[in-house]
């Protein structure tokens, strides 16, 4: 219920910029950096000690990685699979903080993750260990 | 029987489709039977394709607790897709609050132990983001030995933002992880590097100790960076040309940490910075976002004279830049530094106020707060032009910062006092509303003290009120003027301004005009009758100015009819003082009070009618008396504070208050409710718009008969679904004869709008009786709660 509350208000807030504005803006302890991409905005909340501008660019990356994954990537990708996209998440970052910094590890990550998924559901043997 | 579900895509699809909430719903509750039904006695091979679906409900913000068991089941299954699906379900269903996520604990050791490297990714992954700290203190063991021994630089990698976590949770924890830091620095791989220096930035923060051990990291931290910044960057890692700026910022970061207080540490990062400094390519963003954290780190350390201008010199740059972005996080820079560096910011200062005109809001107002910061002496005058230029244009939550920093600067730095009135005068003007309450006093009291500005300001503000009387502190600091100094007004002699043929009809008509306007605050109709009043020495004609106050002597307002009474009152019996005490006021002690010691002769008694009235004390009946005995000599502790120190909202702060909504008569027909040998008590009826459920009561007791009435009380019922609220009556006796009335206000809430009802109760001594009266009120109009 906090959660449906947070939500909506930072919605709100954010939908309320007008296209000009800058990308950032305070919300409670916290500062928000969006960006948005056709219809799309991504939200991120960091604190009061961290970089706006790398934070622009983290939300960027993670746009590309998912435009590289899905081959120009729309809303209904995303929509339709919206598991994919947390799992590409979680191989970009981990805890909060940035954990690979090169689009092709994730990607590969991925990859070798998806291929574990089909092999498995297709009673294959196992891939071998040192796939990353 | 069982309806076939459906699959995942197909739901999406029609939960899209669906045109109503209601239509939503229904097909999420229907597909929620079917999972729960599912999850009881299906296939359990299909089990992660309906969590999956669970999943999606559960963004849409509905419902799905029932999932939270599957989510182990799941995690406890061998197949990577159930894992996969399983701890993803958990990372979004399981929380601190539910005592279920425990049960995951056991889960997630085995596969750190037993799992393939996927798998442990999946694991690390979960436990950092939902793990509390007591799945933390139990898995802790497991992270280190990852930390020390793991091979694979994928798992590795994770398994570093794992241990950040986890000391989140529980600081305790920390000491596991400092041991393994320094060995993990020397990784190439940049995910690692990421993670460790992201870990021992949580260490340092921590502890004072662990910031001492990793000082001497300083000069290899020095080495990465250099390498990455100098050597030809590989693609795989680089944004437009900067290698790899997350890894960038990163250490920047933590060289802030390590830095910062410690002369050694910053000497040690001085070369670097500055290289970093002007070889970062600035024509993108993440350059732009590197060379931000450098002036940020350089700020922060014991950098050198130079290295902080250069510094400096690269916020003003990013000012200019085109990028909205850029410029407000060069603003937000610029604020924290102006405190430390001062003259250095000053020379940003026009692009600054440049800012100000920026369409975006979050712009212009750190613009605003810097631009205030800014203003000193030697720029006051045009920095006070520019931000009066602003306070007229910018949006309305800006207005109130905006005035009061004018305010503020102008006190600190005036060159004139002819200046600062009028600067004072156009802040009022332009934005009267917002001002705060004190600035009305400032303002009479930097008149006051400006004997050679009378003339001028008098003018000024009389011209000025004649145009426009709704900005309420304006028409108040207008109104004490026009009192003060009305026979300068009338004079016409005047060096600064083109003197106007002012009537003493024009300036009484404006008097009337803002004390019988609906946009006067009570405060703001205190000050005007007053200076009505004071009038009445300084010009001929008196008869309108009597007619006036003794109109004012059945307000409703009762701050209004004090004030009134007692003039009109001075008019008849203590006419031959009345000079005496309308004479112009002596400047008082700023802030304080504290009467000047001069001020404690007789010159005190236009203080007391200057004062207003204290928060809860309705006005005693007996303050007539005080007038002679102040004139008596007798020296007076007034608590009153003079007028000058008095918030304008005052006058009548008293929460139960409200502003007189219309001047006499009431809409509402009074009604006489008791008459018992000459008392009489009576009941007039305010229903004040905007507040519908509200009424109000002033009920006035008077005695025609030959006995003081004393010891008066009286008090009311009203029926249970309204709420009443008494204020304290004006006093407890009514002499013989008397011609000042007790008057009480009731406050009556009739949130139903249902029918009044009201009892009173009254016991008082009269002709050496106690009386005693119960009655319901009859015969009360419908107005008062229809």
């Known amino acids: 219920k906090e959660k449906k509350k947070i939500t909506r208000e930072l919605v709100q807030t954010v939908l309320a910029r007008k296209p000009k504005m800058c990308s950032f803006l305070e919300w409670r302890d916290l500062k928000i950096v969006y960006k948005r991409y056709a219809s799309l905005y991504f939200c991120c909340a960091i604190e009061d000690q961290d970089n706006e501008l790398i934070t622009l660019e983290i939300i960027h990356r993670y746009v590309e990685l998912l435009d590289k994954y899905f081959g120009s990537v729309c809303e209904l990708d995303i929509i339709f699979n919206f598991e994919k996209a947390y799992f590409i998440l979680d191989e970009f970052l981990l805890g909060g903080e940035v954990q690979e910094t090169s689009k092709k590890n994730v990607l590969k990550a991925i990859e070798q993750a998806d291929l574990l998924q089909e092999s498995q559901n297709e009673e294959w043997g196992g891939l071998s260990e040192d796939i990353l | 029987?069982?309806?076939?579900?459906?699959?995942?895509?197909?739901?999406?699809?029609?939960?899209?489709?669906?045109?109503?909430?209601?239509?939503?719903?229904?097909?999420?509750?229907?597909?929620?039977?079917?999972?729960?039904?599912?999850?009881?006695?299906?296939?359990?091979?299909?089990?992660?394709?309906?969590?999956?679906?669970?999943?999606?409900?559960?963004?849409?913000?509905?419902?799905?607790?029932?999932?939270?068991?599957?989510?182990?089941?799941?995690?406890?299954?061998?197949?990577?897709?159930?894992?996969?699906?399983?701890?993803?379900?958990?990372?979004?269903?399981?929380?601190?609050?539910?005592?279920?996520?425990?049960?995951?604990?056991?889960?997630?050791?085995?596969?750190?132990?037993?799992?393939?490297?996927?798998?442990?990714?999946?694991?690390?992954?979960?436990?950092?983001?939902?793990?509390?700290?007591?799945?933390?203190?139990?898995?802790?063991?497991?992270?280190?030995?990852?930390?020390?021994?793991?091979?694979?630089?994928?798992?590795?990698?994770?398994?570093?933002?794992?241990?950040?976590?986890?000391?989140?949770?529980?600081?305790?924890?920390?000491?596991?992880?400092?041991?393994?830091?320094?060995?993990?620095?020397?990784?190439?791989?940049?995910?690692?590097?990421?993670?460790?220096?992201?870990?021992?930035?949580?260490?340092?923060?921590?502890?004072?100790?662990?910031?001492?051990?990793?000082?001497?990291?300083?000069?290899?931290?020095?080495?990465?960076?250099?390498?990455?910044?100098?050597?030809?960057?590989?693609?795989?890692?680089?944004?437009s040309g900067v290698s790899d700026p997350f890894l960038q910022v990163k250490i920047l970061h933590l060289l802030r940490i390590l830095g910062r207080n410690h002369e050694e540490s910053s000497e040690t990062m001085n070369d670097l910075l500055a290289q970093v400094a002007t070889n970062t390519d600035t024509s993108r963003n993440a350059g732009n976002a590197v060379l931000f954290e450098t002036v940020l780190t350089i700020m922060d350390i014991h950098s050198a004279a130079g290295l902080r201008v250069l510094a400096v010199n690269i916020l003003g740059r990013f000012l200019l830049n085109n990028d909205k972005n850029i410029r407000y996080v060069a603003l937000t820079s610029l604020l924290r530094l102006v405190q430390s560096d001062h003259s250095a910011v000053q020379r940003h200062r026009p692009t600054v106020v440049e800012c100000l005109q920026d369409t975006d809001a979050s712009l212009s107002r750190r613009?605003?707060?810097?631009?205030?910061?800014?203003?000193?002496?030697?720029?006051?005058?045009?920095?006070?032009?520019?931000?009066?230029?602003?306070?007229?244009?910018?949006?309305?939550?800006?207005?109130?910062?905006?005035?009061?920093?004018?305010?503020?600067?102008?006190?600190?730095?005036?060159?004139?006092?002819?200046?600062?009135?009028?600067?004072?005068?156009?802040?009022?003007?332009?934005?009267?509303?917002?001002?705060?309450?004190?600035?009305?006093?400032?303002?009479?009291?930097?008149?006051?003290?400006?004997?050679?500005?009378?003339?001028?300001?008098?003018?000024?503000?009389?011209?000025?009120?004649?145009?426009?009387?709704?900005?309420?502190?304006?028409?108040?600091?207008?109104?004490?003027?026009?009192?003060?100094?009305?026979?300068?007004?009338?004079?016409?002699?005047?060096?600064?301004?083109?003197?106007?043929?002012?009537?003493?009809?024009?300036?009484?008509?404006?008097?009337?005009?803002?004390?019988?306007?609906?946009?006067?605050?009570?405060?703001?109709?205190?000050?005007?009758?007053?200076?009505?009043?004071?009038?009445?020495?300084?010009?001929?004609?008196?008869?309108?100015?009597?007619?006036?106050?003794?109109?004012?002597?059945?307000?409703?307002?009762?701050?209004?009819?004090?004030?009134?009474?007692?003039?009109?009152t001075l008019f008849r019996k203590y006419d031959h003082m009345r000079a005496a005490i309308l004479e112009k006021m002596p400047l008082v002690e700023r802030g304080g009070p504290q009467v000047d010691e001069e001020a404690k002769e007789s010159k005190e008694v236009p203080q007391l009618l200057e004062a207003t009235v204290p928060d809860t004390a309705e006005p005693q009946a007996t303050k007539l008396l005080d007038l002679l005995d102040l004139l008596d000599g007798m020296s007076r502790d007034s608590q009153h504070p003079v007028s000058l120190d008095s918030t304008p909202g005052n006058a009548l702060v008293h929460p139960l208050d409200l502003p007189c909504a219309t001047p006499p008569p009431a809409s509402i027909p009074n009604l006489k409710v008791f008459e018992r040998e000459g008392v009489q008590l009576n009941l007039s009826f305010t229903r004040p718009p905007g507040a519908p459920a509200l009424l109000l009561v002033t009920v006035t007791t008077t005695n025609s008969s030959g006995g003081d009435v004393t010891h008066f009380i009286c008090q009311a019922a009203v029926p249970k679904s309204f709420q009443l609220q008494l204020q304290a009556p004006s006093g407890d006796t009514v002499p013989a004869q008397g011609d000042l009335p007790i008057t009480q206000i009731f406050r009556i809430l009739n949130p139903n709008k249902a029918p009044l009802r009201l009892k009173l109760r009254l016991t008082y001594n009269h002709f050496g009786q106690e009386v005693q009266e119960i009655f319901e009120v009859n015969n009360l109009p419908v107005e008062t709660w229809q």
């Open chain 2, 367 to 568: 613009a605003l707060e810097l631009s205030l910061t800014l203003v000193n002496s030697s720029n006051v005058r045009t920095m006070t032009q520019e931000l009066q230029t602003f306070l007229e244009t910018c949006p309305i939550d800006l207005r109130a910062d905006c005035a009061s920093g004018i305010l503020l600067a102008a006190e600190r730095f005036a060159p004139t006092k002819r200046w600062h009135i009028d600067t004072i005068l156009h802040v009022l003007t332009t934005a009267g509303a917002h001002v705060q309450d004190d600035a009305v006093a400032n303002l009479t009291q930097l008149i006051g003290g400006a004997q050679e500005l009378h003339a001028y300001s008098v003018r000024r503000l009389y011209t000025a009120l004649a145009k426009d009387i709704s900005q309420q502190p304006f028409v108040q600091v207008a109104a004490w003027c026009i009192g003060e100094y009305g026979d300068l007004l009338l004079e016409g002699s005047c060096e600064e301004t083109e003197p106007p043929q002012v009537e003493e009809e024009e300036v009484l008509a404006l008097l009337e005009k803002v004390l019988q306007s609906h946009m006067s605050l009570p405060a703001t109709r205190g000050y005007a009758i007053t200076a009505l009043m004071k009038l009445s020495t300084r010009f001929q004609d008196n008869n309108r100015i009597r007619q006036v106050v003794s109109i004012y002597g059945s307000c409703v307002d009762v701050e209004l009819q004090q004030r009134a009474v007692e003039y009109s």
């Open chain 2, 1 to 239: 029987m069982m309806v076939p579900s459906l699959k995942l895509p197909d739901l999406i699809q029609e939960i899209r489709g669906a045109k109503t909430q209601a239509q939503e719903r229904e097909v999420i509750q229907k597909e929620c039977a079917y999972i729960r039904a599912s999850f009881r006695d299906g296939d359990p091979l299909q089990r992660h394709r309906q969590l999956a679906k669970l999943l999606y409900v559960h963004m849409l913000g509905y419902p799905a607790h029932f999932g939270q068991m599957e989510c182990l089941k799941l995690i406890a299954s061998p197949r990577f897709t159930d894992k996969r699906v399983g701890y993803l379900g958990a990372m979004l269903l399981l929380d601190e609050r539910h005592d279920a996520h425990l049960l995951i604990t056991n889960s997630i050791k085995n596969d750190l132990s037993q799992g393939s490297q996927p798998v442990r990714g999946l694991a690390l992954c979960t436990l950092s983001t939902m793990g509390s700290a007591e799945m933390c203190r139990n898995l802790a063991t497991e992270v280190e030995r990852l930390l020390l021994q793991e091979s694979s630089s994928y798992v590795l990698k994770k398994a570093i933002l794992t241990a950040v976590h986890m000391i989140r949770k529980d600081p305790e924890l920390a000491s596991i992880f400092l041991p393994p830091c320094s060995k993990l620095l020397h990784e190439c791989h940049h995910g690692i590097l990421l993670g460790t220096i992201t870990l021992i930035m949580e260490l340092c923060e921590r502890s004072p100790v662990a910031l001492r051990h990793f000082r001497k990291v300083v000069p290899q931290l020095v080495q990465i960076l250099r390498t990455l910044v100098t050597t030809g960057c590989s693609t795989e890692h680089s944004i």
